[in-house]
């Protein structure tokens, strides 16, 4: 769910959670030159590298470090339970930090073992000042009434956590309140006084809702994905997964194959410069990708088309014992930084539209491309032709004219 954003201070809606965003900075009119000389692989993979326009979360690889934090390391997580004058809490809390406490791992292992998250808790009921229906997510929740929760919790708090020593807080709210349904991110406005405790400014956060119990574990993958800079890829109007589906973490958070994309984990840091294949201009290129799912080899194959877009082929085989997985084969999507979050930035290409899909999945559930299929973009001259791979991933050759 995207966080409530200060800039511009909107109303976010509650049915479909829409960030606010700030008008989109104009586009140059060619692409970027590489940042090193062309001879070099991180010469030739800087070329694909596409700059946000978008001024929030986008998919562009000058990510804001001000506002986001890094997606790599050890980022430090405190668990906060908390309850209110007329929801008082009638359980433990470790069933509830236990349920959340698996994203640690989901989400090392879809970072390639890059990005850890050390959770603690705060195993005690904190009791926030006021009534649970006083916070505004019944009406739509404002950056102002989200940024009060948050501060709310961090002083009920500050008296038995020494929150200086961590980069995110997770707010988590008693089952008994029915008023704080969803999970925003708070992001922080570096302009405004914001929410301190024991010295430190707290910039990240997410207060999660009633839809954890839903989502599970892989909410806080998705809400996390915000703070480091991702957008929704789940559409805030019309069908809400006619984008991606469930190819991604940061759109059907329940979906059938919910890696983060391979462009995802390029601009996160989990994919190295060295594991990216770039066509940014004229030519041909045969490669050869591993699995985004496993660490190694290439991740993905990208085809620069403009100066905010390109077509991306990715190897998908989810492991054996993920039944929940619906197809495999060379995932092929388009991406645009300067579409903004909830605008489809990312749509997946349907290698097989006419496929009925079997029970549990859907349509787009089942659009990774296999051997001898091609896809091509005649308004671009992109051209991508699968071909035979063996059990271990797939071989692609990019075309551009």
Request: proline letters at 9%.
């Amino acid at each position: 769910m995207p966080a409530p954003s200060s800039r511009p201070r909107l109303l976010a809606v509650v049915v479909a959670l829409a960030s606010c965003l700030a008008p989109a900075p104009a586009a140059s009119a060619a692409p970027p030159a590489p940042t090193t000389a062309s001879s070099t692989t991180a010469g030739r993979t800087a070329g694909c590298a596409l700059p946000g326009r978008t001024g929030w979360t986008d998919e562009g690889h000058d990510t804001d470090r001000v506002q986001f934090q890094p997606a790599t390391g050890t980022r430090r997580v405190l668990s906060l339970f908390v309850d209110f004058p007329d929801a008082p809490a009638t359980d433990a809390t470790e069933p509830y930090a236990a349920h959340l406490a698996p994203a640690a791992d989901w989400l090392r292992k879809a970072g390639h073992g890059r990005l850890h998250l050390s959770m603690d808790a705060l195993h005690q009921w904190i009791r926030m000042p006021a009534a649970s229906t006083t916070y505004g997510f019944a009406r739509g929740l404002s950056f102002e009434a989200h940024e009060k929760y948050v501060r709310d919790a961090i002083a009920a708090a500050d008296p038995y956590a020494d929150l200086s020593r961590y980069d995110m807080v997770y707010v988590v709210p008693t089952r008994t309140a029915a008023a704080i349904p969803f999970s925003p991110t708070y992001l922080y406005d570096p302009t405004t006084p914001g929410v301190t405790a024991d010295g430190t400014r707290l910039k990240w956060a997410v207060t999660f809702g009633q839809d954890m119990w839903r989502w599970g574990h892989k909410v806080v993958a998705h809400e996390t994905g915000h703070t480091f800079g991702l957008p929704d890829l789940y559409s805030f109007t019309g069908p809400t997964h006619q984008y991606v589906g469930g190819w991604d973490v940061m759109g059907d958070i329940a979906g059938a194959a919910p890696q983060f994309l391979g462009w995802h984990s390029w601009k996160l840091g989990w994919t190295g410069d060295h594991q990216v294949a770039c066509l940014s201009g004229p030519g041909r290129r045969t490669v050869r990708l591993t699995p985004v799912e496993r660490p190694g080899g290439t991740k993905i194959a990208v085809v620069r088309t403009g100066e905010t877009t390109a077509y991306v082929a990715e190897s998908r085989r989810p492991e054996r014992n993920d039944t929940a997985a619906c197809s495999s084969g060379v995932l092929i999507y388009k991406v645009d930084s300067a579409t903004p979050t909830g605008g489809g930035p990312v749509r997946i290409m349907n290698g097989n539209p006419a496929a009925t899909p079997p029970a549990g999945c859907t349509p787009l559930d089942l659009a990774a491309y296999g051997p001898g299929q091609t896809f091509t973009d005649p308004d671009t001259g992109v051209r991508i032709d699968i071909r035979p791979g063996g059990p271990s991933g797939d071989v692609v050759t990019l075309s551009a004219t």
